[in-house]
């Protein structure tokens, strides 16, 4: 167990619709981080907050956000759905040590997104 | 953006053999991570790297820095069943900066 909730798990849903990822980070972790991964396909790095702020942005579509709040936890956005959206959806955090990343990261089990 | 390369994209191995694979980039990365996945599972932190040069074991795993911060290799001895999966490795620019991934090395252990 890494310590990183993501929920739900499963999640079926029709293209046009919008669904909210959920993500908690280890105890005491900073910094959280989206990947998608499509089927049979490496990750693909979305984008990233350390505490609360936005701090990077990979290939993020403009249909989806996200954000962290206060408590630390994390939400990613996914809005206008397509069939191509379907994939894995992971949430890392890393740990901190001072104001810098250990350089370590941790992946939750994923959220697996099919859009019908 | 920084790209990872990762060969062979997939190897087939009998029970108890050794193997390696290794990690390529053009850019010089500061830490160096493995991670193995599972079917529909979250990957799994195996190894980190943090110096150039630098070798470390974690049980019949190591894994290796490249001298110029542009690769690692992570080798497995005597392979189990177990082994079988998905093998990412993921470098990191500097502290604080998001993980880049590799399109992964799939490994079949066979009986």
């Known amino acids: 167990d890494s310590g990183v909730t993501q929920t739900p798990k499963h999640l079926i849903t029709a293209t046009g619709q919008r669904v909210t990822l959920r993500c908690s980070p280890r105890?005491?972790?900073?910094?959280v981080y989206w990947y998608q991964q499509s089927l049979d396909q490496g990750l693909q790095f979305l984008i990233q907050?350390?505490?609360?702020?936005?701090?990077a942005k990979g290939n993020i579509l403009e249909r989806f956000s996200a954000q962290q709040f206060p408590d630390l936890h994390s939400e990613l956005n996914l809005s206008s759905l397509e069939l191509g959206d379907s994939a894995l959806y992971f949430c890392?955090?890393?740990?901190?040590?001072?104001?810098?990343?250990?350089?370590?990261?941790?992946f939750g089990e994923g959220s697996r997104l099919t859009v019908l | 953006g920084q790209q990872l390369n990762q060969s062979p994209q997939s190897m087939f191995i009998q029970e108890g053999e050794d193997v390696s694979m290794n990690c390529t980039s053009s850019?010089?990365?500061?830490?160096w991570l493995w991670y193995k996945q599972d079917p529909g599972e979250g990957p799994v932190l195996l190894i980190a790297?943090?110096?150039?040069?630098e070798l470390t074991s974690n049980g019949r795993l190591t894994a290796q820095f490249g001298i110029t911060r542009k690769d690692s290799f992570l080798n497995i001895s005597a392979s189990i069943p177990s082994d079988v999966g998905i093998y990412f490795c993921?470098?990191?620019?500097?502290?604080?900066?998001?993980?880049?991934f590799g399109p992964g090395t799939r490994l079949s252990v066979l009986p």
């Open positions: 890392a955090s890393s740990g901190t040590s001072g104001r810098e990343d250990t350089g370590e990261l941790f």
């Open positions: 105890s005491g972790d900073l910094s």
């Open positions: 907050y350390y505490n609360g702020e936005e701090r």
């Open positions: 850019s010089i990365f500061n830490t």
């Open positions: 790297l943090y110096k150039a040069g």
């Open positions: 993921a470098g990191q620019l500097s502290y604080g900066q998001n993980f880049v």
